[in-house]
């Protein structure tokens, strides 16, 4: 017989084993659950949170009038397609569905096939579909015979630029707005200078999650409040800008040229009311232009430099009168040519011939290059006629940025003669605008201030932010109303007394000034000038009432080719001072741009 195998010892210790582990379990459940209570739960909500941004709506872009909308934001859809689910059948089924509303043919179809019948869990099909294909997308994914599986439609912003330009396939004013890449980030012109003020702030929202991901009903909380973009009201007037556009893309093909370029800009207060290039772009399809044709996004007016030629001739003068060594009336001997530096160089007349002996304002008028150099060299000794040439053309601005608000604008290129002296070669050359790099929004302000009465004042391009008007800035006075006054006749004795300039500049009824100037072109990667390719200028100005400037408009053609060449003659068939008529009287005669009774205003406040 069997001995008992149970005994009181042994259940006593079993039970107190499981007492000391049941109360073990208790006082750490305790801990956990009124201890740090609070602390789990706080990382449960951590654990089922998210965080995530609402878009700020992208402030818009108007014309000085406020009334023509130039770009604005508006909501469309993104395509994706998550097939990681969907049988073979249902695959081709939604990749034909989506091939035949987006109306795909080619590379483009062949992708969103393999694409759809990849078996991912998330790929993007297509951006910026149109109301009509985002409702045929859910019409072919509902019903009782869907025919599209695992599509996905996301809104997104996107940025649309409305108005035409003025050449088939642009939009009004591209190089001067730029563009909105995908990640809301102004490109190029306005909306980069301005991208802050009109991208807003997003509002960032946190909310719970339920355990497939969704958000949970009135969970969110703000933890950063944003606002929306501004609005912006350009000073250009749109009417004006088409014509200007229309104007010069008639250039381009006529003169065969690389670019054409023209600002036209008020002398008083900076505004500027018409601003192109062509080449332009459409700035709604700039993507297919980045991967294309990415220089097209490049400004010419504030982002490319050049050798000006003869239009600075006038800032010559600004620098031999203003230092009393030669008046308008001094006579001048041209022989068509000076031998300087020992012998060493020569500086010819484009025609390399001898004129009658004349004042120096005739000589500036004939674009001679003998005058404008012996003109300079009365400055003093070579070293003190280039410190004074130099810092002539600092004082109006040169060498500097404008601070015109667009994107990406250069300070050009001087050449300092207290760090490389210059020879009489380059003092030559700077008195008739060779050896130096300049824009063309640096001669319309230096020009500007020649016709104000001697104050520099900063471009500008945007005429109100939000409901705030933006206000003139001056960089003060840089010569005596008295020079400036002046120089303004010089530019009017321009196109008056040459037959040849007044043929193709003077407007019945009206006041003109300016200078041309022609300029060759040196290529870097041959070391040598250009083949007939020139820089063609017309900086100048136009008023209804004499002596009183009521725009100032710059005029380039970019690698122009002339078609009639002679010894001093480089003719085009629409030259540099024929677009600045076509432009000034397009903008003299646009609609409520200037008031009937303008008066001359004071200067604008000097900027701190």
Same mark, same amino acid.
Request: charged share 15%; aromatic share 8%; glycine share 8%.
């Given at each position: 017989?069997?001995?008992?195998?149970?005994?009181?010892?042994?259940?006593?210790?079993?039970?107190?084993?499981?007492?000391?582990?049941?109360?073990?379990?208790?006082?750490?459940?305790?801990?956990?659950?009124?201890?740090?209570?609070?602390?789990?739960?706080?990382?449960?909500?951590?654990?089922?949170?998210?965080?995530?941004?609402?878009?700020?709506?992208?402030?818009?872009?108007?014309?000085?009038?406020?009334?023509?909308?130039?770009?604005?934001?508006? !909501?469309?859809?993104?395509? $994706? &397609?998550?097939?990681? /689910? @969907? %049988? +073979?059948? #249902?695959?081709?089924?939604?990749? =034909?569905?989506?091939?035949?509303?987006?109306?795909?043919?080619?590379?483009?179809?062949?992708?969103?096939?393999?694409?759809?019948? !990849?078996?991912?869990?998330? $790929? &993007?099909?297509?951006? /910026? @579909? %149109? +109301?009509? #294909?985002?409702?045929?997308?859910? =019409?072919?994914?509902?019903?009782?015979?869907?025919?599209?599986?695992?599509?996905?439609?996301?809104?997104?912003?996107?940025?649309?630029?409305?108005?035409?330009?003025?050449?088939?396939?642009?939009? @009004?004013?591209?190089?001067?707005?730029?563009?909105?890449?995908?990640?809301?980030?102004?490109?190029?012109?306005?909306?980069?200078?301005?991208?802050?003020?009109?991208?807003?702030?997003?509002?960032?929202?946190?909310?719970?999650?339920?355990?497939?991901?969704? @958000?949970?009903?009135?969970?969110?909380?703000?933890?950063?409040?944003?606002?929306?973009?501004?609005?912006?009201?350009?000073?250009?007037?749109?009417?004006?800008?088409?014509?200007?556009?229309?104007?010069?893309?008639?250039?381009?093909?006529?003169?065969?040229?690389?670019?054409?370029?023209?600002?036209?800009?008020?002398?008083?207060?900076?505004?500027?009311?018409?601003?192109?290039?062509?080449?332009?772009?459409?700035?709604?399809?700039?993507?297919?232009?980045?991967?294309?044709?990415?220089?097209?996004?490049?400004?010419?007016?504030?982002?490319?430099?050049?050798?000006?030629?003869?239009?600075?001739?006038?800032?010559?003068?600004?620098?031999?009168?203003?230092?009393?060594?030669?008046?308008?009336?001094?006579?001048?001997?041209?022989?068509?040519?000076?031998?300087?530096?020992?012998?060493?160089?020569?500086?010819?007349?484009?025609?390399?011939?001898?004129?009658?002996?004349?004042?120096?304002?005739?000589?500036?008028?004939?674009?001679?290059?003998?005058?404008?150099?012996?003109?300079?060299?009365?400055?003093?000794?070579?070293?003190?006629?280039?410190?004074?040439?130099?810092?002539?053309?600092?004082?109006?601005?040169?060498?500097?940025?404008?601070?015109?608000?667009?994107?990406?604008?250069?300070?050009?290129?001087?050449?300092?003669?207290?760090?490389?002296?210059?020879?009489?070669?380059?003092?030559?050359?700077?008195?008739?605008?060779?050896?130096?790099?300049?824009?063309?929004?640096?001669?319309?302000?230096?020009?500007?201030?020649?016709?104000?009465?001697?104050?520099?004042?900063?471009?500008?391009?945007?005429?109100?932010?939000?409901?705030?008007?933006?206000?003139?800035?001056?960089?003060?006075?840089?010569?005596?109303?008295?020079?400036?006054?002046?120089?303004?006749?010089?530019?009017?004795?321009?196109?008056?007394?040459?037959?040849?300039?007044?043929?193709?500049?003077?407007?019945?009824?009206?006041?003109?000034?300016?200078?041309?100037?022609?300029?060759?072109?040196?290529?870097?990667?041959?070391?040598?000038?250009?083949?007939?390719?020139?820089?063609?200028?017309?900086?100048?100005?136009?008023?209804?009432?004499?002596?009183?400037?009521?725009?100032?408009?710059?005029?380039?053609?970019?690698?122009?080719?002339?078609?009639?060449?002679?010894?001093?003659?480089?003719?085009?068939?629409?030259?540099?001072?024929?677009?600045?008529?076509?432009?000034?009287?397009?903008?003299?005669?646009?609609?409520?741009?200037?008031?009937?009774?303008?008066?001359?205003?004071?200067?604008?406040?000097?900027?701190?």
């Amino acid at each position: 017989m069997l001995g008992r195998t149970d005994s009181r010892v042994r259940a006593l210790l079993i039970l107190l084993a499981f007492i000391l582990v049941a109360g073990t379990l208790g006082v750490r459940l305790a801990y956990w659950q009124v201890t740090r209570r609070d602390e789990l739960a706080a990382m449960a909500v951590r654990e089922s949170s998210t965080t995530y941004s609402i878009a700020a709506q992208r402030g818009s872009i108007y014309d000085r009038t406020g009334t023509v909308l130039l770009a604005t934001s508006v !909501s469309r859809d993104l395509l $994706a &397609v998550d097939s990681k /689910d @969907l %049988t +073979p059948g #249902q695959q081709a089924s939604t990749a =034909a569905t989506v091939v035949r509303i987006l109306g795909l043919t080619g590379d483009a179809a062949q992708l969103a096939t393999q694409l759809v019948t !990849s078996g991912r869990p998330y $790929a &993007v099909l297509a951006h /910026d @579909l %149109t +109301p009509d #294909q985002s409702d045929a997308i859910r =019409a072919a994914s509902s019903g009782s015979s869907p025919t599209a599986f695992g599509l996905i439609l996301s809104p997104e912003e996107l940025r649309q630029y409305t108005q035409p330009g003025g050449a088939p396939g642009t939009t @009004l004013a591209a190089q001067l707005l730029g563009f909105v890449n995908r990640a809301g980030q102004g490109q190029y012109g306005v909306e980069e200078y301005y991208q802050s003020v009109l991208a807003g702030k997003d509002t960032v929202v946190a909310a719970q999650q339920d355990g497939a991901g969704n @958000l949970v009903p009135d969970t969110s909380t703000v933890l950063e409040q944003g606002y929306p973009g501004k609005d912006l009201e350009l000073t250009i007037d749109a009417s004006l800008q088409v014509a200007v556009e229309q104007e010069l893309l008639a250039a381009w093909i006529a003169d065969r040229a690389k670019r054409v370029s023209a600002v036209v800009m008020d002398p008083y207060d900076g505004e500027v009311y018409a601003y192109a290039s062509y080449p332009s772009y459409n700035a709604n399809d700039y993507m297919q232009l980045a991967n294309t044709n990415p220089g097209v996004f490049v400004d010419p007016i504030v982002s490319t430099v050049y050798e000006p030629g003869s239009v600075f001739k006038m800032m010559t003068a600004d620098a031999v009168i203003g230092a009393g060594v030669v008046k308008p009336t001094t006579m001048f001997n041209d022989p068509g040519h000076l031998v300087l530096d020992n012998g060493a160089t020569h500086v010819h007349d484009a025609n390399k011939q001898s004129m009658p002996r004349m004042t120096f304002a005739k000589g500036v008028a004939w674009s001679r290059n003998v005058v404008a150099t012996e003109a300079a060299m009365r400055l003093g000794t070579t070293a003190q006629a280039a410190r004074i040439l130099y810092n002539t053309w600092l004082t109006l601005g040169y060498g500097q940025k404008t601070g015109i608000d667009v994107a990406n604008e250069v300070a050009g290129i001087l050449h300092d003669p207290s760090v490389t002296p210059w020879r009489q070669i380059d003092l030559a050359n700077a008195s008739f605008g060779q050896g130096m790099a300049v824009t063309p929004i640096q001669l319309a302000q230096a020009y500007a201030a020649m016709l104000n009465g001697g104050t520099l004042v900063q471009p500008r391009v945007v005429k109100s932010i939000g409901n705030q008007d933006t206000a003139a800035v001056s960089k003060g006075r840089v010569m005596t109303p008295q020079l400036a006054q002046t120089l303004m006749q010089m530019m009017k004795e321009v196109v008056t007394s040459v037959p040849y300039y007044a043929s193709g500049t003077l407007i019945p009824g009206y006041e003109v000034g300016g200078k041309t100037g022609t300029a060759q072109i040196w290529d870097t990667a041959t070391n040598a000038w250009k083949v007939n390719l020139f820089n063609y200028s017309f900086i100048g100005y136009i008023a209804r009432k004499p002596g009183h400037p009521d725009l100032v408009v710059a005029v380039r053609i970019e690698e122009g080719r002339p078609t009639v060449i002679r010894q001093g003659e480089l003719e085009m068939p629409v030259m540099s001072f024929e677009l600045f008529r076509r432009i000034a009287h397009d903008a003299i005669t646009t609609p409520y741009l200037i008031p009937d009774t303008q008066q001359v205003p004071p200067p604008p406040q000097v900027a701190p």
